[in-house]
């Protein structure tokens, strides 16, 4: 095992876009610091952000796009001072409706310019170098299952769950416990969903547009439907809700409005009087433009009415049974495609054991936690990224005014 004699001021654990951002910060400010990371490169999970696109910040910005088991209101916006950071080191900014990606269309780009400053600032990186254990005396251990790393500081930056493939392990939580933290409990979110319903089998392949709720809690987008699942941005936005009942083996089954843009009385209204426009026309005929072709027939299907039904034929429970279809159609789910398949941990350590004007443990001196090992994560639309480099920028604040 190697050991040099070098103290750095502070090692951070992970080499993610978090770990990455602290490190550049810190070097510029004349710190001596070192990134161990356990992959062969930096920033491999950059790579696969926003379908390779890197959509890394979004206009909307606030707590209320976050979610965590302690109130949020400290949370800084500092998506223009990202965008800033990114610029400078290179990255040129392109905005779709709010949503910031790099100008490239490239996630590369973001690592690869993240990379090129960590080199331009001979920051010392340990590549392969999987942390196993943090201790403490005067200063800080951090042993690798390669070497061992004297530091006055420890930042640990070692990610979630998600996507174990692209380099995650239990390594932050394990410290945590070790300095008396405490942690939430931790579930895959912005995950697609599983389910045997027989509906599925129908709607295998539909993309449509409509608001999904589960228990209290809705949003509105494009829903992909599979044979064996549910996915797309709303489902996304809602599964750490069946992630985190999963644990609990309670899962309720999700609802689906297809014509979310009306209230039932206004749908129903509508359905009355495109019946009364033209009374000889089939129910599937009738329904034309209303949602997608195939939910339409699933829908007429599931309210027991047959789809060459004259709308003359049909009577108000016919219509009463296709608002409740169109507009809260029941689909059971067994659960969430699991940790491998999610882009992020619902959970992670508490926040009531950070400082968070520091992000330092409040039980352990000169350790501090960042990005997405904390009990933070936001919605799809840039707002993890946004996280791991605001927590970043509060940790390196704090750690600069302290030396
Ligand atoms: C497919 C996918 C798409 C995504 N798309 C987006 C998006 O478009 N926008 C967005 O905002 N967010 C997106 N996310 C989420 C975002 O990538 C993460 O929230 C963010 O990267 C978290 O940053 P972090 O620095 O906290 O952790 P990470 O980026 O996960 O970095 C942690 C690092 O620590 C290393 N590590 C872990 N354990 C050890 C150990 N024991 N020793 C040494 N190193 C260790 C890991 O290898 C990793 O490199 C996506 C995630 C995935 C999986």
Same mark, same amino acid.
């Given at each position: 095992m190697e050991q040099d004699n070098k103290i750095y001021d502070v090692c951070i654990v992970g080499a993610g876009f978090s770990g990455l951002v602290l490190a550049i910060k810190l070097a510029r400010a004349g710190l001596l610091v070192c990134l161990t990371e356990l992959?062969?490169?930096?920033?491999?999970r950059i790579l696969s952000t926003g379908n390779g696109r890197?959509?890394?910040?979004?206009?909307?910005?606030?707590?209320?796009y976050y979610y965590s088991?302690?109130?949020?209101?400290?949370?800084?916006?500092k998506q223009c001072e990202l965008r800033d950071f990114l610029r400078e080191i290179g990255v040129l900014e392109r905005e779709l409706d709010g949503y910031f990606y790099p100008i490239t269309n490239q996630a590369k780009t973001v690592r690869d310019a993240l990379e090129n400053e960590i080199e331009t600032l001979n920051i010392d990186v340990f590549l392969d170098n999987r942390v196993t254990d943090i201790s403490k005396t005067d200063i800080f251990t951090v042993t690798t299952h390669r070497r061992k790393i004297l530091s006055k500081k420890v930042c640990i930056?070692?990610?979630? $769950?998600?996507?174990?493939?692209?380099g995650s392990s239990k390594i932050g939580y394990k410290m945590a416990s070790k300095y008396h933290l405490k942690l939430t409990k931790l579930a895959p979110a912005l995950v697609g969903l599983s389910g045997n319903d027989i509906c599925l089998k129908e709607l295998g392949g539909v993309r449509a547009l409509g608001a999904v709720t589960y228990r209290n809690h809705t949003c509105e987008g494009e829903i992909q439907f599979n044979k064996d699942g549910v996915s797309g941005y709303p489902v996304m936005c809602i599964s750490r809700f069946i992630g985190l009942d999963e644990l609990d083996k309670k899962v309720a089954s999700l609802s689906v409005d297809f014509?979310?843009?009306?209230n039932d009385q206004e749908l129903e209204n509508e359905l009355k009087s495109r019946f009364a426009r033209?009374?000889?026309?089939?129910i599937t005929k009738s329904l034309?433009?209303?949602?997608n072709e195939k939910v339409i027939q699933i829908v007429v299907s599931y309210s027991r009415i047959?789809?060459?039904?004259?709308?003359?034929? $049909?009577d108000d429970e016919d219509i009463k049974n296709l608002v409740q279809n169109f507009k809260h159609f029941s689909i059971n789910i067994t659960g969430t495609k699991g940790f491998d398949s999610s882009q992020v941990t619902a959970?992670?350590?508490?926040?009531?054991?950070?400082?968070?004007?520091?992000?330092?443990a409040k039980t352990e001196k000169g350790l501090f936690f960042i990005g997405e090992v904390l009990d933070v994560d936001g919605i799809c639309g840039g707002y993890n990224l946004t996280w791991a480099y605001t927590s970043a920028d509060i940790a390196a604040n704090a750690i600069i005014n302290e030396v």
């Open positions: 992959n062969r490169v930096v920033g491999r890197c959509n890394y910040t979004n206009r909307r910005m606030g707590p209320e088991n302690s109130i949020l209101d400290f949370m800084p916006d930056a070692s990610g979630g $769950l998600s996507a174990a493939t692209l014509v979310s843009f009306m033209n009374n000889n026309l089939d034309v433009g209303l949602a047959y789809p060459d039904t004259l709308v003359c034929k $049909l959970g992670g350590v508490d926040l009531d054991g950070i400082d968070l004007t520091t992000m330092e």
